[in-house]
């Protein structure tokens, strides 16, 4: 992902703390970028249905201690909101930081709020979480594939080059992608005998 393709349009941003006197202070700065604050909340039982509701572009969570009630607000917004999260902290406090990330932190921030600081975070964000997302799909979509061929070899009795030749060739002859073919014999693997009791059915057939 490139600048080019960080949203020039207005973020639609949920600023998250636990009563902190910052609120106001972020509120304006993401105000004066041009994007618009949907929600702000200080609770975590308010965070549930306000990510729910909103579905924000982007969470920024104001942190004036470190502590493990910020810990746990940063979680519930990433679960919930599926978007990036940016940290606003105090101080530059690593072993909470390195806590935050682990929780879905894609960002953060000390000391001052400068616009232009929390603009590049944003773009950072942004960046990082698309990023994240187009490998998280690419891991999904191998081991779709790799259930595929392992459903292939155990029909046939082919080795896995051979169940690879058998999505490849499928979906070439359909003209569709690898993954789709490979979605659909995923899909149809209910739907088919076992082997062990396809064999047994056909000897139950020769013999009568």
Known sequence: MTDRDIPDHHLRILIADHGTERHDQVARAVAGLGHDVVERRTGLQDIGPATVAERPDLAIVIVEESSERALALIGRIVREAA???IAILDVEDRAFIDEAAKRGIFAYITGHT???????????????????????????????TERAKGILMERHSIDEHEAFDMLRDRARSTNRKIVDVAEAVVASQPLLPSRERSSTSDAEDAES
């Open 83 to 85: 978007c990036p999260v």
């Open 114 to 144: 400068d616009p232009d600081e929390l603009q590049g975070s944003i773009n950072i964000a942004l960046r990082r979480f698309a990023e994240y997302h187009s490998l998280e799909g690419a891991f999904s979509r191998r081991a779709i």
